[in-house]
């Protein structure tokens, strides 16, 4: 009912940026929340960042001060502004997103991943 589609990874020398969108299509009523993960390699999957819908942000502490979540919420799209990149900062990148699904209010909460995008830092 809901597909989140990524875009914007790739290979970027270490110090360099990238910035992932992902946008959320299909039935919905309202976001709860957008959120973005990774997961390198050998690694368990984590949380990256995480804002609400009125706005509030959380990041993970190895990230703060590098990267900044944001919203579009007229396109229900999600951004990661990603800084001062590290190799550490390697991984597969998954948006995550609360949505309220449709066709209408009350409607029901459920939660979706994209499908995943590569983000990769040489040093």
């Known amino acids: 009912q809901v597909q989140l589609v990524e875009s914007g990874g790739g290979l970027v020398q270490a110090g360099g940026s990238l910035r992932l969108s992902c946008t959320a299509s299909?039935?919905?009523?309202?976001?709860?929340?957008m959120s973005w993960y990774r997961q390198g390699p050998g690694k368990q999957r984590e949380l990256v960042a995480i804002?609400?819908?009125?706005?509030?942000?959380n990041y993970v502490d190895s990230v703060k001060g590098r990267f900044t979540i944001s919203t579009d919420n007229a396109k229900n799209t999600v951004y990661l502004q990603m800084n001062s990149l590290k190799p550490e900062d390697t991984a597969v990148y998954y948006c995550?997103?609360?949505?309220?699904?449709?066709?209408?209010?009350?409607?029901?909460?459920?939660?979706?991943w994209g499908q995943g995008i590569q983000v990769t830092v040489s040093s």
């Open positions: 804002i609400t819908s009125g706005g509030s942000a």
């Open positions: 299909g039935n919905i009523v309202s976001i709860n929340n």
């Open positions: 995550y997103a609360l949505v309220r699904v449709g066709p209408a209010l009350p409607g029901r909460v459920t939660s979706y």
